[in-house]
């Protein structure tokens, strides 16, 4: 069985363990500490990050994105369309979601990592600014939940649920449509929801 090194917290993780879960790939899940350098993550990872894959002949798979199109693979197909146009917009939401991820983690490191009298607030506007774009493009038209669930999709529950998790109530805030949104996702996907960034 494919190895995961993850964090509950992870939005990258979180991503990962729904799309296996919605494929129907099982994973020995290693949780995974990144401040610690283990040494099995980063002989898997050099960059030291997670999520990372360990496939059953032992190579590793990193970073995310790779592993949703791993897992497509491996599924034959239950994580992208087909059609090519739709495998696009698919592919973009999910870089759209991650890339809103990674403004929100360095804010969340930004506030963690350095000393107080060091933290940039302006730094930390423009990284929210860019995950408020993101989201008011999402509100002006949200991704269909119709048809089969894409990775994209998933991509973008795990990053509203990551701001669940740190920025509680800030991107909710007129934005209806995105909150409907994911409590349609959460109707239709149940097993999915204990999987959410925690
Ligand atoms: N682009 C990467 C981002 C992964 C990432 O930044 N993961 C965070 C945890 S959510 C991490 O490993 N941080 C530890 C570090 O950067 O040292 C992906 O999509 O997998």
Redesign the pocket.
């Known amino acids: 069985m494919p190895k995961l090194f993850y964090?509950p917290?992870?939005?990258?993780?979180c991503k990962v363990r729904m799309a296996a879960a919605h494929a129907g790939i099982a994973l020995e899940l290693v949780k995974t500490d990144?401040?610690a350098d283990p040494a099995d993550l980063l002989q898997a990872n050099p960059?030291?990050?997670?999520?990372t894959l360990l496939a059953d002949d032992g190579s590793a798979v990193?970073?995310?994105?790779a592993?949703t199109q791993y897992l497509n693979r491996v599924s034959k197909n239950a994580l992208f369309p087909r059609n090519a146009e739709k495998r696009t917009d698919a592919e973009k939401l999910e870089a759209l979601a991650?890339g809103m991820?990674?403004s929100l983690?360095s804010q969340v490191y930004e506030r963690r990592f350095r000393p107080e009298e060091k933290i940039h607030q302006p730094w930390l506007d423009r990284q929210w600014s860019k995950v408020a774009r993101a989201l008011d493009e999402l509100e002006a038209v949200p991704p269909k939940l119709t048809g089969k669930l894409h990775a994209g999709q998933i991509a973008l529950r795990s990053a509203l649920g990551y701001m669940d998790l740190r920025f509680a109530g800030k991107w909710q805030q007129r934005r209806p449509k995105l909150k409907r949104w994911a409590k349609k996702f959460d109707q239709k996907f149940p097993d999915l929801v204990p999987l959410l960034p925690a």
């Open positions: 964090a917290a992870s939005p990258y993780s990144t401040n960059l030291g990050k997670i999520p990193h970073d995310s994105r592993i991650d991820c990674d983690l």
